[in-house]
């Protein structure tokens, strides 16, 4: 199967954009049909902050206490955080609010060592993420919140082809709306496979490595 690159723009601001690759490609929970290059969008200072500036707008008048950063989006989250406590925001202003992710054990679980947990129990957390196609990085990241006694506020993303989870509507930049072909499959039931394409990469929250 022969890939095929191009560009995106978000119709939220034309300042983010992100490179795609049609293929087939594996991911930790799936199997896709594009990879999305969201590498430069989470670390680079300028996108990052314009992302972060059109996320965080929906968020002013919510009260939050900590971001927690999934997939490399540290950056993204510390450019909401400093966007939501502003002077004049109505309930976040000036608060020191916390920015972390959690650590991934021997076992994959997700969890929060002592020292970080003044920043979650107790507390009102706002997810972001980079992208979302079957939800289970989301559903792992709320287990594991909900555990450590924090309360979910909001998830954002990237990129998301779900338009909410767990009751949470997804606050993010591009969606299958810009990718209108785009589809995750189960790896038992993928129709690449079927159609006996090999996969072209694997890919996760770090990028694209070619087979």
Do not use: W
Not at 6 to 13: N, P
Not at 56 to 74: E, N, P, Q, V
């Amino acid at each position: 199967m022969s890939t095929v690159h191009g560009v995106i723009v978000s119709r939220r601001s034309k300042a983010i954009f992100v490179d795609v690759i049609r293929g087939h490609f594996a991911t930790g929970h799936s199997h896709v049909n594009y990879f999305i290059d969201l590498n430069q969008a989470k670390d680079r200072l300028k996108m990052a902050r314009e992302i972060a500036t059109e996320l965080s707008g929906r968020y002013t008048a919510i009260d939050i206490d900590t971001i927690l950063c999934m997939d490399g989006t540290k950056m993204i989250g510390t450019f909401i955080a400093d966007a939501l406590t502003q002077p004049g925001m109505i309930l976040n202003s000036g608060k020191d609010m916390g920015v972390i992710r959690p650590e991934q054990n021997t076992r994959g679980h997700l969890i929060f060592r002592d020292s970080n947990l003044n920043m979650v129990r107790g507390k009102n957390v706002l997810m972001i993420v980079s992208s979302i196609s079957t939800g289970i990085t989301v559903h792992r990241a709320m287990e594991c919140l909900h555990y450590y006694g924090g309360h979910p506020a909001g998830v954002c993303a990237l990129f998301s082809i779900l338009p909410e989870i767990e009751g949470h509507t997804i606050n993010t930049i591009f969606t299958n709306a810009d990718i209108p072909d785009y589809r995750s499959y189960q790896v038992e039931s993928c129709s690449l496979c079927a159609g006996k394409h090999k996969l072209d990469g694997v890919v996760n929250a770090f990028g694209y490595s070619h087979l």
